[in-house]
Nanobody, 121 residues
Framework: VQLVESGGGLVQPGGSLRLSCAASGFTFSIYAMGWFRQAPGKEREFVAA????????YYADSVKGRFTISRLNAKNTVYLQMNSLKPEDTAVYYC???????????????RGQGTQVTVSS
C-alpha cells in the first residue's frame, strides 16, 4: 500500500490550497479515504473522510464549511480542497485509507508520509 500526498506549501491566511493523494497497491475504489493532520506539539487529529462511492463525507468541526474532500476512483486519487485557511490549520497533512468508514475517523489502517501546510503572513 502506498499513499503519496502532494500540494502542500506556504499560503497566506484566507488563501486556498488543494492537497492530492495518489494511492496504489490496493483496490482504491472499495476503500474509504480521508485526511488527518498533526500540528507541532499536538496529537494527530481527524480532518475529513469520504466513503468508497463518495456517498458519505465527514468533517471535523474545525474545518466544516472551509474544506471539501473528494475522490476520483478512475485516477486512484483523493483530494482535499482547503479554503479560507487560518494559521491554526498549519500542520502536516496525512492521507489515510481504511475499508471501514466507521474506522477511518479514528484508527485508519494505512497512512501516507504527509505534506506540510503552513498558513502564515
Amino acid at each position: 500500500v502506498q499513499l503519496v500526498e502532494s500540494g502542500g506549501g506556504l499560503v497566506q491566511p484566507g488563501g486556498s490550497l488543494r492537497l492530492s493523494c495518489a494511492a496504489s497497491g490496493f483496490t482504491f475504489s472499495i476503500y474509504a479515504m480521508g485526511w488527518f493532520r498533526q500540528a507541532p506539539g499536538k496529537e494527530r487529529e481527524f480532518v475529513a473522510a469520504i466513503s468508497w462511492n463518495s456517498g458519505d463525507t465527514y468533517y471535523a468541526d474545525s474545518v466544516k464549511g472551509r474544506f471539501t474532500i473528494s475522490r476520483l476512483n478512475a485516477k486512484n486519487t483523493v483530494y482535499l480542497q482547503m479554503n479560507s485557511l487560518k494559521p491554526e490549520d498549519t500542520a502536516v497533512y496525512y492521507c489515510v485509507a481504511d475499508r471501514a468508514m466507521s474506522i477511518i475517523t479514528t484508527r485508519p489502517a494505512y497512512r501516507g508520509q504527509g505534506t506540510q501546510v503552513t498558513v502564515s503572513s
